[in-house]
T-cell receptor, first 114, second 117 residues
């Protein structure tokens, strides 16, 4: 079974600075998808970014980018120019199609300080 | 907010009550999911429905009973719950295929905060 590990339960960063959240996963598959989700306090879980394992290029979405290291089974999220609204729980997730059973990590609580 | 809605948003029930959680998606997806989110634990997948057919049941106790009457609606019927069932229950939906521009990510509802007394 695939497992997803987020080794940083809590992190903090100063506003406007850059922070990197770590995620590692365990799989023997070669074709899969990875996701980062954000869950702000008392608000809905939303997708931040996704990465297809067959793509070598790291995904980027505005201030959010990933460092996907397939051989190392690592999928870290970098948030640049952190904003107060980035304060949230961040979950890393793994999915192997066509099985749509998505596996989540335990989450990292990120606090952006003014 | 996303195209997945859940009602009620908060629910307090006694151990002998029967209640139902409702989820509705307006995104044209054909897969729907129930998750349980407890403090300091990873999200736990409870049930998966593909095209209204249940394809996953991760050893969930029978006091949780899902129902999927169509690809847009999903229910979770609750009866004789235990205090340890108190949690945030999240519904999600997704495409089953990336054909025709679909993608695999799941879209979540706001959740129902359940407290069992």
């Amino acid at each position: 079974a695939q497992t997803v590990t987020q080794s940083q339960p809590e992190m903090s960063v100063q506003e406007a600075e850059t922070v990197t959240l770590s995620c590692t996963y365990d799989t023997s598959e070669s074709n899969y998808y990875l996701f980062w989700y954000k869950q702000p306090p008392s608000r809905q879980m939303i997708l931040v970014i996704r990465q297809e394992a067959y793509k070598q290029q790291n995904a980027t979405e505005n201030r959010f980018s990933v460092n996907f290291q397939k051989a190392a089974k690592s999928f870290s999220l970098k948030i640049s120019d952190s904003q107060l609204g980035d304060t949230a729980m961040y979950f890393c997730a793994f999915m192997k199609p066509p099985n749509n059973d998505m596996r989540f990590g335990a989450g990292t609580r990120l606090t952006v300080k003014p | 907010e996303t195209g997945v809605t859940q009602t009620p948003r908060h629910l307090v029930m006694g151990m002998t009550n029967k209640k139902s959680l409702k989820c509705e998606q307006h995104l044209g997806h054909n897969a729907m999911y129930w998750y349980k989110q407890s403090a300091k634990k990873p999200l736990e997948l409870m049930f998966v429905y593909n095209f209204k057919e249940q394809t996953e049941n991760n050893s969930v106790p029978s006091r949780f009973s899902p129902e999927c009457p169509n690809s847009s609606h999903l229910f979770l019927h609750l009866h004789t719950l235990q205090p340890e069932d108190s949690a945030l229950y999240l519904c999600a939906s997704s495409h089953l295929s990336v054909l025709r521009g679909g993608s695999y990510e799941q879209y979540f509802g706001p959740g129902t905060r359940l407290t069992v007394t």
